[in-house]
């Protein structure tokens, strides 16, 4: 699937939704799960992944613990109270968002776009 | 699963800083994903050098540079006082090329104004970059190249004032320019690929586009000085002061866009670069050499700044014509031997060696406009070739400047 280009915008929800069900997360972590969940079919790279972590960090929707793990810092990243209020709402955004588009999407009866 | 040894992470880590990843926070973090992506292939049977290099070899060239710097500007994009303080700045010198041209009092001491504010924002600039870039190499370096342009700028405006000790900051400027500029094409040219990541070499790469639009604007109000000037029957000094500044800028600049090579080079050809690098440092020395003023001698002055222009061209000529992937190379590198013409027919006509029409070239207006013409459409032509454009801002600003 060529899911780069559509999925550009809908980054910083996914990240939000994924650490609202988890609890936390690193960004090892961030980017298996979505590939879990996606079948495969969405990869977050590290340029598309680690940059919008450090704007919800500097958006304070994140806060960030350390440890060491096999000789290693690993960061971990937890919504705060305000992450989890925009986690809400920018799933429900992204979740009415896609109803409109699958309507508009819908091809009309006779369509030769009709599968 | 299976853990890396330390050694491995090590080779790791260093593979980032090559890569220019000075950020630790978000170095820690990429490491920690990159051994992760290993582990996880090592798990699958593939030893540790195999699954390095397959994962090295998904990642794009540039790529964690470009995080980084992504990074960086949504961290610091919220308030720049650089871009307020260039605002200002420019605002000053449109109000004095106003005042100026409607003979209004006051406009020496805006454009004085606007060279303070020209300072104040190099200085906000590096300040900036260093706590951009905090953990980057080369705040000494920065620090350094930034005083002594400031002490040079300095200068121009003491000389203007008729201050004491103008020419002793323009001296001072220049040399430490000559030396510092030098000595850091040899620590770039020896780093081996460490340096990817130094603050000089991202401030440059970041900018690149700002520094020529500074340089074409300082060209654009020069010509606005000259041409009313003209126009009015005053005479046209000030003009002359921005082609001036236009060209130190731009030649430091094209100076400077040696470093990217030197940081990136594989060492695959020594001659080559050991020549690049004795050529553009001869080339920029002499191109200073003017820029300390009327105390030196006028045949020297004169030789200096066209051989330095020369070699820049021939620089230029050689990469085109010989290292280039550009699909233009093939046009591009005959426009640079064109260009390399011309420093040689200016310094004809300054040294008297020709008569007749080539003799009055630089004071016939009519071939300064076509020829202005000429490199604006090259430059508008050519725009996505960094170097060429690089050349062309020099040759304009060089141009422009009657008396050399």
């Known amino acids: 699937m060529k899911s780069k280009e559509y999925i550009k915008g809908t980054i910083k929800t996914i990240v939000l939704k994924l650490l609202s069900e988890s609890g936390r997360m690193y960004g090892y972590e961030i980017s298996q799960r979505v590939k879990e969940l996606s079948s495969g079919e969405l990869e977050l790279t590290y340029g598309a992944l680690y940059p919008i972590l450090y704007k919800l960090e500097s958006e304070k929707l994140l806060v960030t613990t350390s440890e060491i793990v096999d000789g290693r810092v690993r960061k971990y990243y937890t919504l705060t109270s305000s992450g989890n209020e925009t986690a809400k709402t920018k799933v429900a955004e992204l979740d009415r968002f896609m109803e409109v588009l699958r309507h508009v999407m819908a091809p009309a009866p006779g369509s030769s776009l009709q599968v | ?404």
């Open chain 2, 1 to 404: 699963m299976r853990s890396l040894t330390k050694a491995q992470i090590d080779q790791i880590k260093e593979d980032l800083e090559v890569q220019g990843i000075s950020f630790s926070p978000l170095k820690e973090e990429l490491l920690d994903h990159i051994v992760c992506d290993i582990e996880l292939k090592m798990d699958e049977g593939l030893d540790f050098d195999t699954a390095w290099s397959s994962v090295h070899d998904q990642i794009p060239d540039n790529h964690f540079k470009n995080i980084q710097k992504e990074t960086m500007q949504l961290l610091n994009k919220k308030f720049n006082p650089v871009q307020i303080s260039g605002v200002i700045s420019g605002c000053l010198l449109a109000t004095a090329t106003i005042f100026k041209i409607l003979h209004l009092p006051g406009a020496g001491l805006l454009l004085l104004t606007f060279l303070v504010g020209a300072c104040i924002t190099l200085a906000a600039g590096s300040t900036r970059s260093i706590y951009v870039y905090r953990e980057a190499k080369g705040r000494g370096a920065i620090i350094l190249a930034t005083l002594l342009i400031i002490a040079f700028i300095a200068g121009l405006c003491f000389k203007v004032l008729h201050l004491p000790g103008a020419s002793a900051l323009m001296v001072a400027g220049v040399l430490g320019l000559s030396i510092l500029f030098p000595l850091l094409s040899i620590y770039f040219y020896k780093s081996k690929q460490k340096l990817r990541g130094h603050l000089l070499i991202c401030l440059i790469e970041d900018n690149q586009r700002i520094i020529e639009r500074v340089a074409l604007t300082l060209i654009g109000f020069g010509l606005v000085f000259n041409y009313s000037s003209v126009l009015l029957g005053a005479d046209s000094f000030v003009g002359v002061i921005f082609f001036i500044f236009a060209c130190i800028l731009t030649g430091l600049y094209v100076y400077s866009l040696t470093w990217g090579y030197f940081v990136n080079r594989d060492g695959s050809n020594q001659s080559r670069d050991l020549l690049l690098l004795v050529a553009s440092s001869v080339a920029l020395v002499l191109f200073l050499i003017p820029a300390v003023g009327f105390n030196i001698n006028f045949l020297l002055r004169q030789y200096a700044a066209f051989s330095a222009l020369v070699i820049f061209d021939l620089i230029v000529l050689a990469y085109y014509s010989r290292f280039s992937d550009s699909v233009n190379k093939k046009i591009l590198a005959p426009l640079a031997s064109f260009l390399t013409f011309y420093p040689v027919i200016r310094l004809g006509i300054k040294l008297q060696w020709f008569e007749g029409f080539l003799g009055g070239l630089t004071t016939n207006n009519t071939f300064i406009i076509s020829f202005l013409i000429f490199l604006i459409a090259l430059l508008i032509g050519f725009r996505k070739e960094g170097l060429f454009r690089a050349l062309i801002i020099l040759t304009i600003a060089s141009h422009m400047i009657p008396t050399l």
